[in-house]
């Protein structure tokens, strides 16, 4: 565990009003403590409001925190269908938005209101005399231009990493000719088949990176030029195979996830989607158009792919810049807290085998502050909301002197007994998920041996019917293959007998 917290704690200052933010406010003011979200944006959840046409993998039971809900349901709030699969909208309008305006939490957020930097009241980084016991001081700018001070006693980083992309160059570093304000930008997630359908139908796209934001942003391009054929969509990768991004299919404990993965596959395989593998981007060519050449090589070998518009979902990292003065264990391969970085290095793990964990896993030398969220994750692309919340749920019971609640991480995630199909954008429960597969419905006993396809780390095989929620301990939801960047590797064919 970590060193229990040696001081009284009163006022916690919560950067970032999303889902996180909210669900640590929640539990703050449950414990009898007084939060203060400051968001950038003018209502909660600012950054998903930017993705909202985008639907969520994981169903609404495991979008919902505890402490959350219970705020909610005094207030007469009737919990959506556990088994939907919201869109980013749909969970601010139907969850977020509601719970932001509970007498509980509105009088503790601020809208408008930007986190520029985090210090100690009175001293720098370097300064260690006296350091123990000062509050922190939280320097805020507000829309309209206005700057000020806010000292609080602990403060708990929810700000995520949406505004910090991953570049789209190679060697992790932005291509000559790269710009985000580029006629020829798409972001990370365009909403292609909604507002800005007119500027993607008929015109041809690349989407870079391999992660479900490239799998959403292909699926609907693959929609689009259903019913406008001259749509052209390519799509380049690093790596020399897609499998990491296929998924285990049924064998994914999220049945929305799986089926993302199963219907990419069958869209490049008939040709709708055109796959380049082993592409890294050297630079970017602007054309008269408003359209650029993408340059790269494949082995070595220039390749240019000519575009109208590219889809950048090449994942995100944190803005550590704001908290240069205080003191942190950042991991310097993640950029997530040290202690928990070996649990989420994406090297070795996809969220399918993160374990559950809390405070004594986020705790920063600078006693009382914490990354949690997006933002604790680093540059790994494995976060559930659920883990999420229990981060909260264990450093507000450490801020409130409950050091046995606090260490006693757990996390619920009810075995639902579905897989994944066919099916895709089109799911939106469980139920549309689950029908069809081959492989659901068996008991735990006879899953055992059913040779599912769950990889032998994930711990549940994708057809185990558990009607009760677990208490899972020791990992997170199965994918139902090798875990993190493992599953790239390509297993090289061998030759002659055992002697070689």
């Not at 495991?62 to 219970?70: E, P, V």
């Not at 005094?74 to 007498?103: C, F, H, S, V």
């Not at 109208?308 to 908290?323: C, I, W």
């Amino acid at each position: 565990m970590s060193n229990p917290i040696t001081r009284q704690v009163s006022t916690v200052a919560v950067i970032g009003a999303g889902p996180v933010g909210l669900a640590a406010a929640a539990h703050l003011v449950e414990r009898g403590l007084i939060p203060i979200v400051l968001e950038a944006g003018e209502g909660p959840a600012d950054a998903i409001r930017q993705w909202g046409h985008v639907r969520l993998f994981s169903p609404w039971r495991f979008d919902i925190d505890a402490a959350a809900r219970r705020l909610l349901e005094a207030q007469g709030w009737t919990a959506p269908d556990p088994d939907a699969l919201p869109t980013g909208a749909e969970l601010i309008e139907a969850y977020l938005a509601p719970l932001a305006k509970t007498p509980g939490l509105a009088p503790h957020l601020r809208y408008g209101t930007r986190v520029v930097a985090v210090s100690r009241a009175g001293v720098d980084k370097t300064r260690t005399i006296d350091r123990e016991g000062r509050p922190y001081l939280v320097r805020t700018r507000t829309s309209a231009g206005e700057w000020s001070d806010l000292l609080v006693d602990a403060v708990i980083d929810a700000s995520g990493t949406w505004t910090q992309r991953n570049p789209l160059g190679a060697h992790g570093l932005a291509a000559p000719g790269e710009d985000h304000e580029a006629a020829w930008a798409a972001g990370p997630l365009p909403d292609v088949l909604g507002i800005e359908r007119d500027r993607f139908a008929g015109k041809r796209t690349l989407v870079v990176g391999m992660g479900h934001s490239a799998a959403n942003t292909l699926l609907n391009l693959a929609t689009l030029k259903e019913a406008e054929p001259e749509t052209a969509v390519v799509w380049a990768i690093r790596g020399q195979s897609p499998a990491r991004l296929y998924g285990g299919g049924s064998a994914d404990a999220l049945p929305a996830r799986g089926t993302i993965g199963t219907r990419l596959r069958e869209l490049v395989e008939a040709g709708a989607i055109e796959l380049v593998t082993g592409f890294t981007i050297d630079r970017f060519e602007d054309r008269d158009d408003a359209a650029v050449a993408v340059v790269g090589n494949i082995n070595g070998i220039e390749h240019v792919i000519e575009a109208d518009h590219v889809a950048a979902a090449t994942g995100f990292r944190p803005d550590l810049e704001m908290l240069r003065e205080v003191r942190l264990e950042i991991d310097s391969t993640v950029e997530a807290p040290a202690k928990l970085a070996p649990l989420i290095d994406p090297n070795f793990h996809s969220c399918g085998t993160v374990p559950p964990h809390g405070e004594a896993d986020l705790a920063q030398p600078d006693e009382g502050f914490y990354l949690v969220g997006m933002k604790s994750y680093g540059r790994a692309p494995t976060f559930l909301l659920a883990t999420g919340y229990e981060q909260v749920r264990s450093i507000a019971a450490a801020l409130a002197g409950d050091r046995e609640a606090a260490d006693k991480v757990e996390l619920d995630l009810p075995e639902t007994g579905v897989c994944s199909s066919s099916r895709s954008l089109e799911a939106t429960s469980i139920a549309d998920a689950a029908e069809a597969s081959g492989c659901c419905g068996s008991t735990a006993a006879e899953t055992a041996d059913s040779g599912c396809g769950a990889s032998a780390d994930s711990g549940s095989g994708c057809g185990t019917v558990q009607p009760e929620p677990v208490v899972v301990r020791a990992r997170g939801l199965a994918t139902g293959v090798p875990h993190g960047y493992s599953g790239e590797r390509i297993e090289l064919k061998q030759t002659g007998g055992c002697c070689g």
